[in-house]
């Protein structure tokens, strides 16, 4: 059964009204004999039977109008199948030249290979779209915390919307999104930046207090200090009621020959350094897959600014008086407060002395100062009731507290070192 | 003013001793012009001048031909004298030279000569060559179709009837038997190159057969020729006896702009010899021998274009000169839009 | 209203403004007895008269420039250039007269001009019946050019046309005279020139488009809804002046910018659409602004094969709609 469709009569031409048949159902037909006029609102035209056969249903009326390519009636083949073949292929293109949703399914499959459909190059939420960075700037969002229902994961923009939609966003502080704006900043595998810890965000009578570049630099420091040093802690109790009066009898005469205060910073470096040269491990750093053991002893002394911490050391201290130690250590704190700082005074510390006690601290868990295996701090001076040959008597006791890269030491070399800086400070005078 | 006549013959219709005295008025008064151009850019104040020198005859007599405030002329570029004798003025014409804001062409715009002044029916060119031969017959259709007496007369050179436009503009008019005069003003070239590389007719006018048209040729050097040819071709558009091209015989007396120079394709001699066509002392003769104008008038006449031109100068080199807001005025009637 | 398709509202536009306004007139090739070769103009000889409805000698620069003659001298003609394919010969009258005839005598000439030609393909126009020209007269000051795609804007933007006081180039996607119906207000109704309409509102990408495209364009956005997939459309009309605001606001929304247009990629109307997209709204997107155009070959060709793989269709549209839904 072969269909006869409405041709398609002129270049825009959509649809066709059957005029009249010329032929009725059961009349035999040969092809190219008129079957049927149609009329279109350009042409009015026989159409020649496309099939050779006997004229089937007709299934449209006179009158009736129907669109290109639809079929108009059906005709029984008799004779040679080629000519039918050919005949229908004849029918068939017209069909599909005409209607507008009708191309071919073959251009339809070629179509998407002329868009490039390559995978963004910012897969993984490395790098943003400008309208998913311009959202999560203004709605403070951690775009970490999403996912991403692009190609290949990709945060869009209305991902972005979805979750500030939901609520269910973590939100970042206004100047920690600057890792937003510039998120190729960082080398992706670095440490961590503040910004991918919990964040807090400012209530409406919060202040909001930028972050200043030394700010900026202990936050990242120590975030990368505590996150990535094992950090162990111990603590030791320092008699050091002796060395208090030999300080008491000895500090006038020291400011008056050394131009100097005596304070109990620099005698405790002295015994640090001491200390050291019996347990020289603790002047190491944690090199990845060995440990260094350094050859200089370069003390870093902490030192409270307004700003906030610095901490600049002493060079080859163990090499040093306590005349000397204490005018470097003068000097420093002096430059600290004025701010006169250089880079070298801040680089090469091997090991941190942290005057705690200045404050009126008795016991403080300090963190390492990169790559530094190790920190002591020295707490405030306090008279306790001590027992000393089994009599309470009443002493000066400072508390000693260590901690330590745990990578690189361990607890009997640390309480080694500890004991000796001690023994020092209790040997007095 | 008048002396003792050595020739006496009747003058043509429409001319009269008085309008005889105004044509050469204003063929000294663009000769002055035109000089002045020339001089303007060999001192560095204006950067291009073209040229009429040589055509001043058939470019007087076609605006005389026609009915000022009726009929339209389409011109070209180098129409200098045809616009001084239809309406434009000294000053008009030193301010388009000189580029100024109230250059009423174009504001600066165009090159120099690129007329357009509707208040005295003359419409608007581009350098672009043929172009507006198609613009005079929509308008002649227009009058047509408005019944209206205008006639329209267009203007160009030979080098202009190679262009396919031009074949398409006398044929249009031919069909529709437009009240428009084609007029060729036949230099003798196009730049540089020669009638005989342009066409391998030996007239313009011949071309007019294949269009249906009347094709005529009169010297265009000699005003008064030159006047009885145009107006005939202009009544007969009038009375409804279509388009007519008329092909006016001159020759172009200098190079073709300020830019150009004729010595590269023009010997000396050939220079030389055009200058006797001059149609300027020509007329001037022609005008003396049949008492019409007297030395002494003849030199107060120049007087008064060399001052009058002379003012226009002083005037217009004082204009302001357009601003570079000006250069977005005029792109739509909205103004600009993108 | 009445339902017509997009021939009928061009014609019945016609006819109105010669009835309306003495000074329209058409002039062309086959304008008069034949009524146009689409009949567009089919009956205006009898009812206008020959001189108002011109068969015009088979030359198109002087069609347009005899046109623009008319329209310096006061009338409002409209030329028409039988099939864009055949404007060429007119380019140095449309982009070196009219357009520039207001600018070179500051103001002292005008060009109230329409020019209409059909343009595109779909329809087995082959090499010289099926050419798309927006690209290269867009690009032209002075000029302006329409591009509708549905009967009531064709009768709209072609009043706009001929009361404009500048010359427009009308195009009239042939695919669509016969092919697209809608209702067509009655009157004298105008639609402002420049403005583009929102044919679909969508909200998860936008395609801006204009003529036939428009068409396919919704076609696929009615497929891709039924995933989910919103598609805003917008239909420029006007090519030129483009409506930047309307392109601003929608790549604003959605963020994502496909672009659809038969004619030819390169150069073409949609480069001007993603440069003013990346000057004015580049951190409003979400996604680089694509396009699905003609390829850049010279011209569809005869067989159906060449015409299938050259025009964008529904199809492509939606595959390329999804491919930028997902990205």
Known sequence: ?429 | MKSEPSVRETLPEGLTPERLRDMYYFMILTRVCDDRGFALNRQGKIPFAATCQGHEAIQVAAAFALRRGTDWIVPYYRDTCMALSFGVTPREQLMCLFARKGDIFSSGRQFPNHYSVPDRHIASISSIIAAHVTHAVGMALAHKMRKEESVVLTSFGEGSTSEGEWHEALNFAGIHKLPIVFLCENNEYAISVPQSMQMAVKNVADRAVAYGLPGVICDGTDPIASYVTVREAVERARAGGGATLVEAKCYRAMSHTTDDNQLTYRTPDEIEAAKKRDPVPRFEAWLADRGYLDERSAAELKARALAEVNEATDWAELQPLPTPEDLYTHVYAEGPLS | ?327
């Open chain 1, 1 to 429: 059964m072969a269909k006869v469709t409405m041709p398609q009569l002129g270049e825009t031409v959509t649809e066709g009204t059957v005029g009249r048949w010329l032929k009725k159902k059961g009349e035999a037909i040969a092809k190219y004999e008129p079957l049927l006029e149609v009329e279109t609102d350009k042409v009015a035209s026989e159409i020649p039977s496309p099939f050779g056969g006997i004229v089937g249903e007709i299934l449209v009326q006179e009158g009736d109008t129907v669109p290109v390519g639809a079929v108009v009636c059906e005709i029984i083949e008799t004779g040679a199948g080629s000519a039918g073949g050919n005949a229908g292929a004849q029918t068939a293109a017209p069909s599909s030249h005409s209607t507008a949703g009708a191309s071919s399914a073959s251009a339809a499959a070629a179509a998407p290979s002329r868009i490039s459909s390559a995978p963004p190059a910012q897969a993984n939420g490395v790098r943003y779209s400008p309208a998913v960075r311009k959202l999560a700037r203004e709605h403070q969002l951690d775009l970490g915390g999403l996912t991403g229902t692009g190609r290949a994961g990709r945060i869009t923009a209305r991902d972005v919307v979805k979750a500030v939609e939901s609520g269910a966003s973590v939100r970042l502080s206004p100047s920690a999104s600057s890792a937003i704006t510039s998120p190729s900043a960082r080398p992706h595998g670095s440490a961590p930046s503040p910004s991918a810890a919990v964040i807090a965000h400012a209530g409406e009578d919060d202040t909001i207090i930028r972050l200043s570049p030394m700010r900026k630099t202990i936050a990242e420091r120590m975030v990368q200090a505590a996150t990535t040093i094992p950090h162990a802690w111990c603590m030791m109790e320092a008699d050091v009621t002796e060395l208090s009066r030999w300080r008491d009898r000895e500090k006038a005469a020291f400011k008056a020959r050394e131009g100097v205060n005596l304070t109990y910073l620099p005698i405790v470096v002295q015994a640090v350094c001491r200390a050291l040269k019996e347990n020289p491990l603790v002047n190491s750093a944690w090199g990845g897959d060995h440990v260094i053991q350094r050859k200089h002893v370069n003390v870093g002394i902490a030192i409270d600014v307004e700003e906030g911490l610095v901490v600049p050391v002493v060079r080859d201290a163990d090499r040093l008086s306590l005349a000397g130690l204490a005018q470097s250590i003068s000097e420093l704190v002096d430059k600290a407060r004025r701010r006169r700082l250089t880079m070298p005074d801040l680089s090469d510390g091997t090991i941190t002395v942290d005057n705690t006690g200045a404050l009126g601290n008795i016991a403080s868990v300090p963190i390492i100062n990169p790559p530094q295996a190790a920190i002591i701090t020295m707490e405030a001076v306090v008279k306790r009731p001590w027992v000393v040959n089994d009599a309470i008597a009443i002493r000066s006791i400072m508390n000693l507290c260590l901690c330590l890269d745990h990578r690189v030491l361990d607890g009997a070399v640390a309480s080694r070192f500890l004991s000796s800086v001690k023994k020092t400070l209790e040997a007095y005078p």
């Open chain 3, 1 to 327: 209203m009445a339902v017509k398709n997009l021939l009928e509202a061009v014609r019945e536009t016609l006819h109105d403004a010669l009835a309306r306004d003495e000074r329209v007139f058409i002039m062309g090739e086959d304008v008069g007895a034949r009524g146009n070769v689409f009949l567009i103009t089919k009956d205006f000889l009898e009812e206008f008269g020959s001189d108002r409805i011109l068969d015009t000698p088979l030359a198109e620069a002087s069609i347009v420039g005899v046109a623009i003659g008319a329209a310096m001298a006061g009338l409002r003609p409209i030329a028409e250039i039988q099939f864009a394919d055949f404007i060429y010969p007119a380019f140095n009258q449309i982009v070196g007269e009219a357009a520039k005839i207001r600018y070179r005598s500051a103001g002292g000439n005008t060009c109230p001009l329409v020019i209409r030609t059909p343009y595109g393909g779909g329809v087995g126009g082959a090499l010289s019946h099926s050419v798309s020209i927006e690209a290269l007269f867009y690009h032209v000051p002075g000029l302006k050019v329409l591009a509708p795609s549905t009967p009531a804007d064709a009768k709209g933007l072609l009043n706009a046309a001929i009361e404009d006081d500048d010359p427009v180039l009308f195009l009239e996607h042939k695919k669509t005279y016969r092919l697209i119906k809608g209702e067509v207000p009655s009157g004298n109704h105008t639609v402002p020139i420049g403005k583009a309409d929102i044919a679909r509102a969508g909200r998860d990408l936008s395609v801006i488009t204009y003529g036939l495209m428009r068409h396919f364009a919704v076609q696929a956005a009615e497929e891709l809804i039924k995933d989910g997939i919103d598609v805003e459309v917008l239909d420029l009309r006007s090519i030129r002046p483009m409506d930047r605001d309307a392109i601003l606001t929608t790549a604003t929304k959605t963020r994502k910018v496909l672009i659809v247009h038969e004619d030819n990629k390169f150069g073409g109307v949609g480069a001007e659409i993603s440069a003013i997209i990346a000057e004015e709204a580049l951190f409003e997107l979400d996604a680089p602004v694509r396009r699905l155009c003609g390829p850049d070959v010279p011209a569809m060709g005869y067989s159906k094969v060449y015409e299938d793989a050259f025009m964008p269709s529904p199809e492509r549209i939606a595959a390329a709609m999804r491919d930028l839904a997902a990205f």
